[in-house]
């Protein structure tokens, strides 16, 4: 079975986050598209079967299946350009259903999904000290300004915003302990956050419900986060943009566009790469 390698989100043709993408008549099985996910190593592995005019996903970690990903989504955006032409494609996921353009022109293939509905909520102070301590950083780090919360736009994830960049630099935690207690509180990713500017920020993304230490970019947090965002009536004006991975050597740049509606869906959109190796 053919696997692409793509890049989501790339900054030109560096950087990134790299996903895999299987487009393929029907789906192996669970077990077999688990085996798959982790043979390939990437944070995701996305697989794509046609339906109609509309495309059935699924989406693997290397140790478990997750019910959105968004830069395997706009890696998959990217394949199906390539294969099938311009377009928007949609997708019916395990728990939703949204679309993916896909654009290839001469030196510049991009993507972009919409997202499920977004949806936020106050962080328990209980959970907000235990992922402090997992990640070695104190209340005094955090920007009061966007405070801590459980956010979602297709899955779930914690955000912490932090008052500097050196801070967000120093991020670090253990992975095992973390995929115990990620997985316990149903978390998908945690995301930290710097704001640079109103519509500018720095992100950080820790991953160990999925087996990864960090992920370079993610564009279902970002989701999430734009939303939560206007749920807090932050000063966006409808584009946030996102860099993430520059502490991985790994720069990825992740743009979102969304209404004034409360909860309705975001568009994330960036570039994409081919991984030739």
Same mark, same amino acid.
């Given at each position: 079975?053919?696997?692409?390698?793509?890049?989501?989100?790339?900054?030109?043709?560096?950087?990134?986050?790299?996903?895999?993408?299987?487009?393929?008549?029907?789906?192996?099985?669970?077990?077999?598209?688990?085996?798959? /996910?982790? /043979?390939?190593?990437?944070?995701?592995?996305?697989?794509?079967?046609?339906?109609?005019? %509309?495309?059935?996903?699924?989406?693997?970690?290397?140790?478990?299946?997750?019910?959105?990903?968004?830069?395997? $989504?706009? /890696?998959?955006?990217?394949?199906?350009?390539?294969?099938?032409?311009? *377009?928007?494609?949609?997708?019916?996921?395990?728990? =939703?259903?949204?679309?993916?353009?896909?654009?290839?022109?001469?030196?510049?293939?991009?993507?972009?999904?919409?997202?499920?509905? $977004?949806?936020?909520?106050?962080?328990?102070?209980?959970?907000?000290?235990?992922?402090?301590?997992?990640? *070695?950083?104190?209340?005094?780090?955090?920007?009061?300004?966007?405070?801590?919360?459980?956010?979602?736009?297709?899955?779930?994830? !914690?955000?912490? =915003?932090?008052?500097?960049?050196? =801070?967000?630099?120093?991020?670090?935690?253990?992975?095992?302990?973390?995929?115990?207690?990620?997985?316990?509180?149903?978390?998908? $990713?945690?995301?930290?956050?710097?704001?640079?500017?109103?519509?500018?920020?720095?992100?950080?993304?820790?991953? +160990?419900?999925?087996?990864? !230490?960090? %992920?370079?970019? $993610?564009?279902?947090?970002?989701? =999430?986060?734009?939303?939560?965002?206007? %749920?807090?009536?932050?000063?966006?004006?409808?584009?946030?943009?996102?860099?993430?991975?520059?502490?991985? *050597?790994?720069?990825?740049?992740? +743009?979102?566009?969304?209404?004034?509606?409360? *909860?309705?869906?975001?568009?994330?959109?960036?570039?994409?790469?081919?991984?030739?190796?």
């Amino acid at each position: 079975m053919q696997v692409q390698k793509i890049a989501a989100f790339s900054d030109g043709e560096v950087g990134g986050n790299p996903a895999g993408v299987c487009i393929t008549e029907q789906f192996p099985s669970d077990s077999e598209m688990q085996k798959i /996910a982790a /043979a390939v190593g990437f944070s995701e592995t996305v697989f794509a079967v046609p339906i109609g005019a %509309d495309w059935r996903v699924r989406y693997f970690s290397p140790e478990s299946e997750i019910p959105f990903c968004g830069h395997a $989504t706009i /890696a998959l955006g990217a394949a199906l350009a390539l294969q099938q032409g311009n *377009g928007v494609f949609s997708l019916q996921l395990n728990q =939703a259903v949204i679309t993916v353009e896909g654009k290839s022109e001469p030196g510049r293939i991009s993507a972009a999904l919409q997202s499920p509905p $977004t949806r936020s909520m106050v962080a328990s102070p209980q959970l907000v000290a235990e992922a402090l301590a997992m990640f *070695g950083y104190h209340e005094t780090d955090l920007d009061p300004r966007i405070p801590p919360a459980r956010i979602h736009g297709g899955a779930d994830h !914690l955000v912490l =915003a932090l008052k500097s960049r050196s =801070a967000l630099s120093a991020m670090h935690y253990d992975l095992a302990a973390g995929r115990v207690w990620m997985n316990r509180e149903a978390l998908v $990713t945690i995301l930290f956050v710097f704001a640079e500017s109103n519509q500018l920020f720095h992100t950080r993304n820790a991953f +160990a419900s999925g087996g990864v !230490l960090e %992920d370079p970019a $993610t564009g279902a947090a970002s989701a =999430a986060f734009a939303g939560y965002l206007r %749920d807090l009536a932050w000063p966006h004006a409808g584009h946030i943009d996102l860099v993430q991975g520059e502490d991985m *050597g790994m720069r990825s740049c992740i +743009a979102a566009d969304f209404s004034a509606e409360l *909860g309705s869906s975001i568009r994330v959109s960036g570039r994409a790469r081919l991984i030739v190796n």
